[in-house]
């Protein structure tokens, strides 16, 4: 025969399909010890099926603004007047596309300057090194004294050191006259206009943003004493400002290492899951973890 389990109060759902299995029907007698009131059921193993489920739990708040993972802000890298702004806020850029023209008025004299300079010193180094060759050649038939030639070599390595400072001074200069067409870094949007023609741009000053809007990621923010319920993986739904109607969900891309000493809040990266997300940065957005709570 099969081996009896006795079937005992249990928190998980029991289905029990024995009667059809120990009798003929509802009208079938009962015998034995079992037939008496008060026993127990009997069940074999395999008619009892244990259902185990887990549940979902909403997490940690994470309230932030949705922000552009490549953006870039253009600066002036020299001191000059905007003579030309190209691009407006919201036109599309190719990376290489001239942004913003600078006046090189001053930078391209400077570059004919050094050029002009770089020219003359590869002359006198020419003509040092043909003297310091005719001298070892003097030398080496008696014709010219050895403190000769050691001034010969000394006025050609000056020439030579010279030669090389003019050609460094026009690869700077070359490079200063380059930085006065301000160029888009990558594909994108430009996002922020600073400055119009006729602004004088001093080195630093900020002229332009552009940005990727399809590098979309929410940058939010987490209470210190939640942050060891948001683990890098993590699902995360939440809503945006501006998209009353939508849900948007995530996955926890990294969880700062460190929290902000004043606020006692931790940087937490999440970035877009699905086909959905938002297109303009900026945007205040909140959203909540999924935990997943253990089976019971």
Do not use: W
């Not at 979902?56 to 552009?68: D, K, W």
């Not at 210190?224 to 993986?233: H, L, P, T």
């Amino acid at each position: 025969g099969r081996t009896a389990m006795t079937l005992r109060h249990t928190p998980v759902l029991v289905l029990a399909l024995a009667l059809a299995a120990c009798g003929q029907g509802p009208a079938a007698p009962q015998k034995g010890a079992n037939a008496a009131a008060g026993q127990p059921l009997l069940l074999s193993p395999e008619d009892v099926v244990t259902i185990r489920s887990s549940s979902l739990a909403s997490g940690p708040v994470i309230t932030g603004s949705v922000q552009p993972e490549r953006r870039a802000d253009l600066r002036a890298e020299v001191s000059a007047v905007v003579l030309q702004v190209l691009r407006e806020n919201g036109d599309a850029v190719r990376r290489g596309d001239l942004l913003v023209r600078l006046d090189d008025t001053a930078i391209r004299d400077g570059l004919a300057s050094a050029e002009a300079a770089s020219r003359a010193a590869e002359q006198a180094y020419e003509q040092a090194q043909r003297q310091y060759d005719r001298m070892r050649t003097l030398r080496a038939s008696g014709m010219a004294s050895a403190q000769a030639l050691d001034d010969a070599e000394v006025r050609r390595n000056n020439a030579q050191s010279d030669r090389e400072a003019a050609k460094t001074r026009v690869v700077l200069a070359r490079q200063q006259y380059q930085r006065t067409e301000v160029r888009a870094p990558f594909d994108g949007i430009v996002s922020d206009r600073k400055v119009s023609a006729g602004d004088t741009a001093q080195v630093g000053k900020e002229l332009l943003k552009v940005i990727d809007p399809a590098s979309m990621r929410f940058e939010g923010l987490v209470s210190a004493d939640n942050i060891g319920e948001v683990k890098a993986g993590q699902s995360v739904s939440f809503r945006v400002n501006g998209y009353p109607d939508q849900e948007f969900s995530g996955k926890v891309r990294r969880v700062n290492p460190a929290a902000n000493p004043t606020t006692r809040q931790v940087e937490v990266l999440v970035d877009f899951t699905g086909d959905r997300q938002p297109r303009l940065a900026g945007l205040y957005a909140e959203g909540e973890t999924t935990v997943v709570e253990p089976a019971v």
